[in-house]
């Protein structure tokens, strides 16, 4: 169960779902921001399908405020995870997630990752500055060894992390989109770049677990290329109004399946007319 595990951690993070800059972004990567405001705070229960059986094994917040990053306005991102005792027993996760994107479109200014995932704690960091229209980035990483990594990285075309491409992601105009529609989702840690995209599937409803609530929803499938094959590994439910809030997400794991679920949401920017009643 523990490669399972590991495996679930590698793909479940990035999608619920994350930046240094000159004081204006370049606007070729940024996106007008619709969806949420200050003080918003999202929170996630996170099972694993364990031989035909469901079994809540953690849970997940994200929080944003407005703040500062190196004297520009930023929203302030932070993504918590953590294993509960039936995970702790088999592996061990503690993970933290930190993001600045500018006010002014959301283009990303810093990512950090901090990941204690079963014994080993590693450090993911990207700075992101844009001369001449380009997307350059300064990846520095910490391995579980303490062993240190720095590179720098170019690209004509915009790259994220694991939460600007969120933040970007919540701002789609789906009225524009129709269904097998692909957007380009280029993704970076401080390693490499992610050939990854997603598919527009439609709409469809979703009850939250445990609760009385139903939304209309829009679902997109989130895909990786390797090995030369394309394969889908998350499809996610977003609120079908302005807000644009995750509140499922199904992962296909080539050892069987898992899911995470909204529990609870408080300072959403605009109403929830997605809401069915």
């Known amino acids: ?3 399972h595990i590991k495996q679930l951690v590698k793909w479940c993070l990035p999608l619920l779902l994350l930046l240094l800059a000159p004081a204006n972004a370049s606007a070729q990567c940024g996106i007008e921001n619709k969806a949420f405001g200050n003080g918003e705070f999202l929170t996630y229960d996170l099972y694993f399908n364990w031989k035909f059986v469901w079994i809540k094994v953690g849970s997940a917040s994200m929080s944003t405020v407005t703040s500062t990053f190196r004297g520009q306005p930023a929203y302030r991102s932070s993504l918590t995870t953590r294993g509960n005792n039936k995970l702790d027993g088999v592996f061990v996760m503690r993970d933290t997630l930190l993001s600045y994107c500018s006010t002014t479109d959301l283009s990303p200014l810093y990512f950090r990752k901090g990941a204690l995932e079963g014994s080993r704690y590693y ?3 990207l700075w992101y500055t844009y001369p001449r229209n380009h997307c350059r980035l300064r990846m520095h990483r ?3 060894d303490g062993e240190q990594h720095w590179q720098d990285k170019e690209y004509a075309d915009c790259v994220y992390d694991m939460m600007s491409i969120f933040l970007r992601a ?3 105009d789906a ?3 129709k269904v097998g ?4 989702m280029p993704i970076s840690d401080a390693r490499s770049l992610t050939n990854s995209w997603l598919t527009y599937k439609g709409k469809d409803t979703f009850k939250v677990e445990g609760s009385n609530e139903k939304f209309r929803c829009l679902v997109f499938s989130f895909y990786e290329r390797e090995d030369g094959k394309a394969h889908e590994l998350i499809r996610f439910y977003i609120t079908d109004d302005l807000n644009h809030i995750p509140v499922r997400l199904d992962m296909f794991l080539s050892f069987g399946s898992a899911k995470v679920f909204l529990k609870g949401y408080k ?3 605009g109403p929830m007319t997605s809401k069915i009643k």
């Open 175 to 177: 009225s524009k989109l």
């Open 1 to 3: 169960m523990t490669t």
């Open 123 to 125: 450090v993911d960091e």
């Open 267 to 269: 300072g959403i920017r």
């Open 181 to 184: 529609d692909i957007i380009p």
């Open 170 to 172: 919540r701002n789609f």
């Open 142 to 144: 910490i391995d579980a």
